[in-house]
Nanobody, 127 residues
Framework: QVQLVESGGGLVQPGGSLRLSCAAS????????IGWFRQAPGKEREGVMS????????YYADSVKGRFTISTDNAKSTVYLQMNKLKLEDTAVYYC????????????????????WGQGTQVTVSS
């Protein structure tokens, strides 16, 4: 069965850093578009970053450009989201997701286009 498990969330002060991990199993990681999404209370789930290894392409939301970095470790079947210079508005539950490449657009990731989801990990930025 396809499974994605996030970890690495926690409480951090503004300006701090966290690295989220998404461990994948049950499928070939390189085949799918892999996205990171976040959802704050009362707000819609939004795409943060995505990667398409088959296309050799990355997407960065304007809100995180220059602060967040996505990377993969194929040997460990793990996708990472490195978050630096965290802001109060980054507080949310963060999810990793996998989508079929013809359905999930790496250049404009939308939650409804992704098929498989992790359980989410809470990131709280507070002073």
């Amino acid at each position: 069965q396809v499974q994605l498990v996030e970890s690495g969330g926690g409480l951090v002060q503004p300006g701090g850093s966290l690295r989220l991990s998404c461990a994948a199993s049950g499928f070939t990681l390189d085949y799918y578009v892999i996205g990171w999404f976040r959802q704050a209370p009362g707000k819609e789930r939004e795409g943060v970053m995505s990667i398409s290894t088959s296309e050799g392409a990355l997407y960065y939301a304007d809100s995180v450009k220059g602060r967040f970095t996505i990377s993969t470790d194929n040997a460990k079947s793990t996708v990472y989201l490195q978050m630096n210079k965290l802001k109060l508005e980054d507080t949310a539950v963060y999810y990793c997701a996998a989508g079929e490449p013809l359905k999930s657009k790496w250049y404009d990731p939308r939650a409804e286009e992704f098929d498989y989801w992790g359980q989410g990990t809470q990131v709280t930025v507070s002073s």
